[in-house]
């Protein structure tokens, strides 16, 4: 039984910062994580995408959903335990690399394969990009998640404890913590997870995420701003 359940769409730049933050926990302290879908482009199916968001958006979410029929069937013939090195190998291509936001489209042969390569995963995976039997799988997760949580989220969800732990949508982190504060952090936030009251911390200001692919170098930071993108229902 895993001690985390992770639901996470791989373009959401938030997402793929708690990630890391809880990767950096997991290291320090002895816990399982379970990684689970969470598709922005299925959430929003019902969105108009040409009057709700700016134009990248609906590419965006659509190569998430792409990419995550690819780690549902990694999952289905390699076992869960292949899903979390994949999404790390995903946001790596996607986040951790200098290129503008949005910048080439990430559910493509021609991205996928060089990071099925690196994990030793064969090659024909990239045929599932287009395979949308695995839509209903995702949709599931992505339901699943939203009914721990109430529909007005994005990602990533996390849930503590599974499966009678509380879940909640976030934390959300524009900047990965040093060793020490991560293990605050995360003190902090299964303090407030297990208080059977806790209903919602939250705030709309927020600094774009300090990831090479937003112009923010390795071992930088940028300057604090008010960034409305990223891991909100109605946003990437």
Known sequence: MADLRFWFDPVCPFAWMTSKWVRQVSAQRDYAVEWRFISLRLL???????SHFPPEYEAGHTDGLRLLRVAARVRAEHGPDAVGPLYEALGERIFEVDAAPG????????????????????????????????????????????????KDVGTPILHFQPPEGVAF????????????????LWDHVVALAAFPGFAELKRSLRERPQLPAFGVPKGETGRQEDWHGGSRRQKR
Do not use: C, K, M
């Not at 929003?44 to 040409?50: F, K, L, R």
């Not at 493509?108 to 690196?118: H, I, K, Q, S, W």
């Not at 934390?171 to 605050?184: F, H, T, W």
């Open 44 to 50: 929003n199916a019902h969105i108009d995408y040409a």
């Open 103 to 150: 910048a080439g489209r990430r559910g493509t042969e021609d991205f996928l394969t060089p990071v099925l390569a690196g994990l030793g995963l064969p090659a024909d995976l990239t045929g599932t990009l287009d395979d949308t039997a695995w839509d209903e799988q995702i949709q599931a997760e992505t339901d699943e998640a939203l009914a721990l949580t109430g």
């Open 169 to 184: 949508f976030g934390p959300v982190i524009s900047r990965l913590p040093d060793e020490a504060d991560a293990v605050a």
